[in-house]
């Protein structure tokens, strides 16, 4: 990004704008937002929308469910029941963000029909070349020491995984390790 375009905004806040962040005010605003989206469905109390929504998962049963922790945090917090409001604040919080994203339409959803800008982890050619000559090499070392062909996954994947003995190879490894020497030849398919 060139320095043109770069800017930089700083924010002033007063000493007093410090006070007004509170766990209380923080489940409050909690409360104020899930009532919210309670209310754009047409729900007054919590209780009905956890009911309702349930099944289907929508987002006043999850504005639902963060008003009650919030409350429950609140009043924990007023009995000095620290570590029962430390859990249903934090659930509060996991239930009010589920209500947002199921909240938010797609049409304003800023992320909707973006690509992420990593793709899937592709191995490069190079990689998967030097893989075939490394297990190429394992099974002609097998060959050598004179073991049976249907042992020569389990030893290849016992040499490749570092396990100390073949005996210790999972299963699904040692089957995906035959498929592969198969697939390039370097068994014999039974």
């Not at 806040?13 to 899930?34: R, Y």
């Not at 309702?52 to 504005?63: R, T």
């Not at 020491?145 to 003995?165: Q, T």
Request: charged share 30%; proline share 2%.
């Amino acid at each position: 990004m060139s320095e043109e375009k770069r800017v930089i905004r700083t924010i002033e806040l007063k000493k007093d704008q410090f006070s007004e962040i509170t766990p209380e005010s923080d489940l409050e605003n909690i409360v104020e937002q899930c009532s919210g989206i309670m209310d754009e469905h047409g729900f007054s109390d919590h209780v009905d929308a956890i009911n309702k929504g349930k099944a289907n998962s929508e987002a006043y049963y999850y504005a639902g469910m963060g008003v009650l922790h919030a409350t429950s945090a609140l009043t924990c917090l007023s009995e000095e029941k620290l570590s029962d409001a430390v859990f249903n604040a934090m659930r509060a919080v996991h239930f009010q963000n589920l209500a947002i994203i199921r909240h938010t339409p797609l049409e304003r959803d800023i992320w909707a029909g973006r690509k992420a800008r990593k793709g899937a982890l592709k191995t490069s050619e190079a990689k998967l070349k030097e893989q075939l000559e490394r297990r190429s090499l394992y099974v002609e070392e097998c060959r050598l020491r004179g073991k049976a062909e249907s042992m020569i996954p389990r030893w290849v994947a016992a040499m490749e995984g570092g396990y100390s003995g073949s005996g210790l190879v999972p299963k699904k490894t040692v089957d995906n390790m035959r498929r592969y020497l198969q697939k390039h030849k370097l068994i014999s398919k039974k």
